[in-house]
């Protein structure tokens, strides 16, 4: 148990220089971007003296330089900052957000898994048959639907057509929030408060984007499932286990599917970052509430700490998804010694 | 120098571009018979890359509509013979800037990908190659930048750069950097570790010449699969940055910028508005990845057995 903890804690220590890295250059990028928060705030007419003012309140009238090594002081002690905008604090701000980015993405996952696995293996079993041909295909049209049409298309026939979901939001007009908000995790915590009506409505409202953002990303999950299945069932265990007639589901799902999973998980955590990406334009679409919409609101009034925030934890969810995966291959393969 | 020649002589010849091009000839003259399923994606792919190419050198043959012409026809109609895609909420023919905004977003995700290609490539080959400080250094640049969503990079360097069709082209082009440089990369360290490679060392051939006789010729095989498969990637990250209302001027056709346009009038049921420009962005994609995957399975003898 010490040599997994100290194992995890190595690890993170190892995203601090990819963190220091992305918060360089995004630092960098946003003061060379034309205009600045003050001019957003005030308008194109304000007085130059209390624009001047108010960017020596905000520090941003010193140099970049050290506004940098402000900033990453400011960092190493935990602290993100305040706003330019709202002199709100960072971190609450990005909170408040999170539970909403963080639901969307854990349930568009598990759509992408529940359809891309099992597809995967139906074709690699019926290798170079018509059903194989039709995987293959649904993969490769399904990898080029941008993410954001898909959203645009579903909601159209599923919202508008058939009526059967709703086309934007989180939660429905007769659900009060307040009621059940305690980790911001919606189906969580109506889970919590034993409220199935909020529980269902909820869910109701999840189903559109998470089917979006899943369907979309299936189509790697379908290839790479498809690829190593390929190898597995080629494997002498494989032809061990049937010439002792072991039953083919057992077979395939049971030893098969398990040796194929060890680069299906590492494929995983390279996509995530792309479930993310996937996720912020999911958010655009169906007004979900997460960091994405915050990100993009703030990069249009270059509120500088909450972007550079953002992009924090951005970096920091796909670290620790990164971590969780290395620790999951020693659970799937008992060779690998963390 | 004579036996430098004579030494390499054999490897260069089995691996030149030229006699990969003829290698790629005679599979696909080969390719109906041995291949089956692979040929046809990657006839498939060239068919659509073809006809989207086409329309972007003449638009004129596909629409006489002008893509900004605000008195095309009546305000939001549903598709009729006059306007097969309808038309938009300013009187546009949505058909005429279906046919346009090919040109826009092949442009910029063919020069973006190729933008990244000639940065990532370089910067690959010489990291792999010198394995010092250097590389340390380059590689975790490279992998923070690729481990990272790459449209948040994107939205951030087009919000940079401000609207502007080279600029859309410089965003999506940093999202793809580290791909070709891990890639080229990874291929060097291993051909760096070639008897060949050896061979040329120890006869003196500067490390700029072999760096560009011996391995990049080697790298350049994998590349030309990863650059149709980038293209399609390009494509809709181009698609997803004027989605979101940034990176292109008023005025300039756009299937993104059409998307969402479309999105505001969704509810009041304009579907025409949304479903043809989405279309577009799939069918192109969906052309450059088959030509990737084609070429990828007939270039990679490994993978035949599949």
């Known amino acids: 148990m010490r040599r997994i903890l100290r194992y995890v804690a190595g690890r993170l220590l190892l995203t601090i220089p990819m963190i220091f890295v992305l918060v360089s250059l995004i630092f960098v990028i946003l003061r060379i971007m034309p205009g600045d928060p003050v001019s957003v705030m005030l308008g194109e007419h304000a007085l130059p003296e209390y624009l001047a003012q108010k960017k020596h309140e905000l520090g941003l009238d010193k140099p970049i330089a050290a506004q940098y090594l402000d900033y990453l002081g400011q960092l190493a002690k935990g602290d993100l900052g305040k706003s330019m905008n709202t002199e709100e604090r960072v971190g609450p701000v990005i909170l408040e957000k999170l539970p909403a980015t963080l639901e969307l993405t854990f349930f568009g996952l598990a759509v992408c898994l529940a359809i891309g696995i099992p597809l995967g293996v139906r074709a690699a079993r019926r290798r170079r048959s018509g059903q194989d041909f039709g995987i293959r295909l649904y993969a490769n049209v399904v990898y080029c639907i941008p993410v954001f049409w898909m959203g645009l298309m579903l909601q159209l026939i599923f919202s508008l057509w058939f009526g059967v979901f709703p086309i934007a939001g989180r939660t429905g007009s007769r659900v009060i929030v307040s009621d059940f908000d305690v980790t911001g995790l919606y189906v969580i915590d109506t889970l919590m408060h034993g409220d199935l009506e909020a529980l269902g409505d909820v869910l109701w409202h999840l189903a559109l984007p998470a089917i979006t953002l899943g369907v979309t990303l299936s189509g790697i999950f379908v290839r790479l499932t498809r690829a190593n299945m390929l190898d597995a069932l080629k494997a002498d265990y494989v032809l061990a286990s049937r010439a002792r007639g072991i039953a083919e589901g057992k077979v395939v799902y049971g030893h098969a599917l398990k040796n194929a999973l060890i680069p299906i998980v590492t494929m995983l955590g390279l996509q995530f970052s792309a479930l993310l990406a996937g996720a912020i334009l999911t958010e655009t679409t169906f007004s979900w509430p997460g960091m994405g919409r915050l990100l993009l609101e703030r990069i249009y009034n270059r509120d500088y700490p909450v972007i550079q925030g953002v992009i924090i934890i951005y970096a920091l969810i796909v670290s620790v998804v990164s971590l969780i995966v290395d620790l999951l291959y020693a659970i799937i393969d008992p060779r690998v010694k963390l | ?306």
């Open chain 2, 1 to 306: 120098m004579n036996g430098n020649k004579d030494a390499a002589g054999g490897t260069r010849a089995k691996y030149s571009p030229a006699s990969g091009i003829a290698r790629l000839i005679g599979a696909f003259s080969a390719g109906a018979r041995r291949y089956r399923i692979e040929w046809w994606i990657l006839v498939a792919g060239i068919a659509i890359v073809l006809f989207i190419a086409i329309m972007t050198a003449f638009p004129g043959f596909f629409t006489h509509y002008d893509p900004n012409d605000q008195n095309a026809g009546p305000q939001l109609t549903a598709p009729t013979l006059a306007h097969p895609f309808g038309t938009d909420n300013l009187q546009r023919d949505v058909a005429a800037r279906v046919v346009y905004g090919a040109q826009t977003i092949l442009g910029v995700a063919f020069a973006a990908a190729l933008l990244s290609a000639i940065v990532g490539i370089p910067l690959g080959l010489i990291s792999g190659f010198a394995g010092n400080w250097l590389d340390k250094l380059l590689s975790l640049v490279m992998d923070s930048v690729y481990s990272f969503p790459g449209l948040i990079l994107a939205i951030s360097f087009a919000a940079m750069l401000g609207p502007g069709v080279v600029n859309i082209t410089l965003a999506v082009s940093v999202v793809y950097i580290p791909t070709y440089f891990r890639l080229v990369r990874g291929q060097t360290l291993q051909i760096k570790q070639e008897l060949y490679v050896e061979a040329a060392g120890a006869i003196g051939a500067r490390r700029s010449t072999i760096l560009a006789k011996y391995v990049f010729p080697n790298v350049i095989a994998t590349v030309v699969v990863v650059f149709s498969l980038n293209i399609a990637d390009a494509i809709m990250t181009e698609a997803a940055l004027s989605y979101i209302g940034l990176g292109l001027p008023a005025g300039v056709p756009d299937w993104g910028m059409d998307l969402s346009m479309g999105k505001k009038f969704l509810p009041s049921g304009v579907w025409w508005m949304i479903t043809y420009p989405g279309l577009m962005i799939m069918i192109l994609a969906l052309g450059f990845t088959m030509l990737g995957e084609g070429l990828s399975e007939i270039l990679n003898p490994r993978l035949q057995e599949y």
